[in-house]
């Protein structure tokens, strides 16, 4: 079993930094794709970044070039760091680790970007 519990949402202007992290519990987590995904109000869940079991960066659209994935397997951790946050990036964030076609989520944190 896979318990995620994410940190760092928040209310940030538009061009402001935010840092979320992911901490894993668990055995899986070194070798589980495992990343970030977000649900805007009224769209679907969509890829923010994600780094695969190989080792390779994965960013959703739009965000490539502002926001950074890494992870640290001895703290069983994944952080995103997103700069230059538009209004549009206000949604719910959820962190996410896929090992054998199972999904664990966290329960999100929320972060909106606004004047």
């Known amino acids: 079993q896979v318990q995620l519990v994410e940190s760092g949402g928040g209310l940030v202007q538009p061009g402001g930094s935010l840092r979320l992290s992911c901490t894993a519990s668990?055995?899986?987590?070194?070798?589980?794709?495992t990343g970030w995904y977000r649900q805007a109000p009224g769209k679907s869940r969509e890829l923010v970044a994600l780094?695969?079991?190989?080792?390779?960066?994965i960013y959703g659209n739009n965000v490539k070039g502002r926001f950074t994935v890494s992870k640290d397997n001895a703290q069983k951790t994944v952080v995103l760091q997103m700069n230059s946050l538009k209004p549009e990036n206000t949604a719910v964030y959820y962190c996410?680790?896929?090992?054998?076609?199972?999904?664990?989520w966290g329960k999100g944190t929320l972060v909106t970007v606004s004047s």
């Open positions: 996410n680790v896929a090992f054998l076609a199972i999904n664990y």
């Open positions: 668990g055995t899986i987590f070194k070798t589980a794709a």
């Open positions: 780094i695969t079991s190989g080792g390779n960066e």
